[in-house]
Nanobody
Framework: VQLQASGGGLVQPGGSLKLSCAAS????????IGWFRQAPGKEREEVLC??????YHGDFERGRFLITRDDVKNEVYLQMNRLNAEDTAVYYC??????????????????WGEGTQVTVSS
């Protein structure tokens, strides 16, 4: 069972970036899938989570972060728009059986992928 996040990089303020999370060994559609981030010196923060039963949206401007999935590719994506310096962090995808509400801030979630660095800077 493995999750692999990719797509991070350097982006200018106001720009967009799309992160990918590829799963192997299990079917993403059967799980709650979340995106989390952690900036240096800060606590881990839940960005978005989606399951067949619920959706969690972090404390961000609506529409700035969007989660989508491709069940054929068994991948989930995080589209990030209007990025600013405060969005600089390592971003992680994670999967857990059940609902998003079962894993507040990712606590107890079953599987974590390696993070991908997102840096917003001019």
């Amino acid at each position: 069972v493995q999750l692999q996040a990719s797509g991070g990089g350097l982006v200018q303020p106001g720009g967009s970036l799309k992160l990918s999370c590829a799963a192997s060994g299990f079917i993403l559609d059967d799980y709650a899938i979340g995106w989390f981030r952690q900036a240096p010196g800060k606590e881990r923060e839940e960005v978005l989570c989606v399951s067949s039963s619920d959706l969690y949206h972090g404390d961000f401007e609506r529409g700035r972060f969007l989660i989508t999935r491709d069940d054929v590719k068994n991948e989930v994506y995080l589209q990030m728009n209007r990025l600013n310096a405060e969005d600089t962090a390592v971003y992680y995808c994670a999967a857990g059986s059940g609902k998003c509400s079962d894993y507040p801030e990712g606590q107890g979630i079953n599987y974590w992928g390696e993070g991908t660095q997102v840096t917003v800077s001019s």
